[in-house]
């Protein structure tokens, strides 16, 4: 199985055509469409089918692709790594992040590590904590930050003297709006957009299990500009952190802090026994050093 088979694959499910992909990566299609064939069997499986115009993934297909591009992605970077490690500091970080006002810290300390002539090029993964710890795992991201409450052995965990205060974007005529903050009770019982991961891990922690049974969710997100939209088409208000969203280029929304509710914590975690890429090496230093101050690293 070769990468460059591998990219075969990746670009004909892009397109959704074979000759076209085969245009683009400047190779013949019967050499394309033969070694694709090759690919299906050695996997035993079939990965497409073919009509007269397009390609249609399997099932297997699916899986598959999410596989090559992980795959080629560690490719990539492991190239970028090495092609760095006897030039200098310079070179790519990948790291996997929340949604949250606090990743502003990283920019900084990439911004100070650039004055002191470390240049790094910085590669951002927005996910929530399940996906982000997969590609850790899988080492796609060097790092990972996250607000979600994680104790495993596997990781070095340091919790970070950084939070995000939870609330609700909501419309200005909404009746909640005249509030200047709002409780668990007055949203219990109101249309909630909020995030797949929040629901599942914060709400059963937030309200009685009566309560959360009983709560009305319109709609998920993984990315908080979608819970933004259908705020403003009225489908419900939605729970956030604060910063995220700003009120002023969104006329007619507004923010309210939730009380009764901790703070969300952001945490820094890496894979313990795996040697980090110098680059995300210096990088740790340098957040370390400015931003954790006296903060204990855990053991997971």
């Not at 890496?270 to 090496?281: E, F, G, T, V, Y």
């Given at each position: 199985?070769?990468?460059?088979?591998?990219?075969?694959?990746?670009?004909?499910?892009?397109?959704?055509?074979?000759?076209?992909?085969?245009?683009?990566?400047?190779?013949?299609?019967?050499?394309?469409?033969?070694?694709?064939?090759?690919?299906?069997?050695?996997?035993?499986?079939?990965?497409?089918?073919?009509?007269?115009?397009?390609?249609?993934?399997?099932?297997?297909?699916?899986?598959?692709?999410?596989?090559?591009?992980?795959?080629?992605?560690?490719?990539?970077?492991?190239?970028?790594?090495?092609?760095?490690?006897?030039?200098?500091?310079?070179?790519?970080?990948?790291?996997?992040?929340?949604?949250?006002?606090?990743?502003?810290?990283?920019?900084?300390?990439?911004?100070?590590?650039?004055?002191?002539?470390?240049?790094?090029?910085?590669?951002?993964?927005?996910?929530?904590?399940?996906?982000?710890?997969?590609?850790?795992?899988?080492?796609?991201?060097?790092?990972?930050?996250?607000?979600?409450?994680?104790?495993?052995?596997?990781?070095?965990?340091?919790?970070?003297?950084?939070?995000?205060?939870?609330?609700?974007?909501?419309?200005?005529?909404?009746?909640?709006?005249?509030?200047?903050?709002?409780?668990?009770?007055?949203?219990?019982?109101?249309?909630?957009?909020?995030?797949?991961?929040?629901?599942?891990?914060?709400?059963?922690?937030?309200?009685?299990?009566?309560?959360?049974?009983?709560?009305?969710?319109?709609?998920t997100y993984n990315l908080v500009y979608n819970g933004t939209l259908f705020v403003k088409e009225g489908l419900g208000i939605c729970l956030i952190f604060s910063k995220l969203v700003s009120t002023e280029n969104n006329e007619g929304l507004t923010f309210r802090p939730l009380t009764g509710v901790p703070r969300a914590s952001l945490k820094l975690i890496w894979r313990k026994n795996n040697p980090l890429s110098p680059q995300a090496n210096v990088?740790?230093?340098?957040?370390?050093?400015?931003?954790?101050?006296?903060?204990?690293?855990?053991?997971?």
């Amino acid at each position: 199985m070769e990468n460059r088979v591998l990219r075969y694959f990746v670009e004909m499910a892009r397109v959704g055509n074979m000759s076209k992909a085969a245009s683009n990566l400047h190779v013949t299609q019967p050499t394309m469409s033969r070694q694709l064939k090759e690919l299906e069997d050695e996997l035993n499986v079939k990965l497409f089918h073919r009509t007269n115009y397009s390609i249609k993934l399997t099932e297997a297909g699916i899986l598959f692709l999410n596989r090559a591009r992980d795959i080629l992605s560690l490719v990539e970077k492991t190239k970028a790594e090495f092609a760095s490690s006897d030039k200098s500091l310079d070179g790519n970080l990948y790291i996997g992040c929340p949604e949250s006002d606090s990743i502003r810290y990283i920019a900084k300390t990439v911004m100070l590590l650039k004055e002191k002539g470390v240049n790094i090029r910085t590669h951002l993964h927005s996910a929530n904590a399940n996906d982000a710890l997969e590609r850790l795992n899988k080492g796609l991201d060097d790092l990972t930050f996250t607000v979600h409450d994680i104790r495993d052995s596997r990781y070095n965990i340091i919790d970070l003297p950084l939070y995000d205060q939870w609330g609700i974007l909501l419309k200005e005529s909404h009746p909640l709006a005249k509030k200047k903050a709002v409780s668990l009770a007055d949203i219990e019982k109101e249309p909630l957009i909020v995030s797949k991961q929040g629901y599942e891990q914060l709400f059963p922690q937030w309200f009685s299990e009566e309560s959360y049974s009983k709560l009305n969710i319109t709609a998920t997100y993984n990315l908080v500009y979608n819970g933004t939209l259908f705020v403003k088409e009225g489908l419900g208000i939605c729970l956030i952190f604060s910063k995220l969203v700003s009120t002023e280029n969104n006329e007619g929304l507004t923010f309210r802090p939730l009380t009764g509710v901790p703070r969300a914590s952001l945490k820094l975690i890496w894979r313990k026994n795996n040697p980090l890429s110098p680059q995300a090496n210096v990088f740790l230093d340098a957040f370390k050093r400015e931003f954790v101050l006296d903060t204990v690293e855990q053991e997971g």
